[in-house]
């Protein structure tokens, strides 16, 4: 059966968003988890794991305010790409009402601080971490960006009937991705930082290069065809044996 809804890839499976009637499906790029069984599927059916499936993403599972604050002054790399708003951010405040846009795969953010704020209850503010009380987010400068110095913050969980939920673990690398995933080669890893698609490329390497928001046509992972909603724009690509043989412009 072909797949209709468009899937967010990358986040926690405990947001599922309804939306335009289409079910918006939550969860993270097929690697292998230390304490997951992984039931692989389409190209993955003969058994035989890819280099991909060996790469060992680590975890850090913070449950309070402390464990989430070990991020200040460190450096994390995006890992869902396309789907966090990140605002301008002073004083302790993120300036919910004009994103600056969104935050691509494998960019590296260095975390300045962790603070709470009470998020505005509209569908752009909470559509990737429910309101709770309080959302928990981080502020970061961008080291790759024009203005490397320009502080800005995201929203990674929330603080709700007494308990905290953090989603760093399925939004961010705790390591290089280009580290981990150094079995991509400099030339592929070269289109991804300029966040474009190339041929040849597997589906993780081009969501790695135009985020996550994807819309599969198909049910076979690496024979299909794939659109990639990059902000207000889609790029479909047909993948054959798990390679990029045709890619449309953005339109």
């Known amino acids: 059966m072909e797949s209709k809804g468009k899937l967010v890839l990358g986040v926690s499976a405990a947001l599922i968003l309804a939306v335009g009637g289409e079910l918006l499906y939550l969860h993270h790029r097929n690697v292998v988890d230390e304490n997951a069984t992984v039931e692989r599927k389409g190209v993955y059916e003969k058994g035989k794991l890819s280099d991909d499936d060996l790469v060992f993403v680590r975890k850090q599972r913070p449950d309070s305010l402390k464990d989430e604050r070990e991020l200040i002054g460190k450096t994390i790399w995006v890992s869902a790409g396309g789907q966090l708003d990140y605002y301008k951010c002073a004083n302790h405040h993120a300036d919910y ?109 081009a969501m790695m290069a135009l985020g996550e928001v994807i819309e599969p046509h198909g049910d076979k992972i690496g024979d299909r065809n794939v659109t990639y909603h990059v902000g207000d724009k889609t790029e479909t690509i047909e993948f054959v044996d798990n390679k990029a043989v045709k890619i449309s412009p953005l339109s």
Request: aromatic share 12%; no cysteine.
């Open 97 to 205: 009402a004009h994103s600056v846009g969104t935050l691509y795969g494998a960019e590296p953010m260095l975390i300045k601080d962790v603070f709470e704020q009470v998020p505005p209850h509209t569908r752009a503010a909470t559509a990737r971490v429910a309101a709770g009380e309080k959302h928990v987010l981080l502020a970061f400068t961008l080291p790759n960006s024009s203005d490397p110095k320009a502080l800005y913050a995201t929203p990674v969980g929330n603080y709700d009937a007494g308990n905290y939920t953090f989603l760093s673990d399925d939004i961010f690398f705790y390591d290089d991705p280009h580290t981990l995933y150094k079995h991509w080669g400099p030339d592929v890893w070269a289109h991804i930082d300029k966040h474009e698609a190339a041929p040849g490329m597997s589906e993780n390497q």
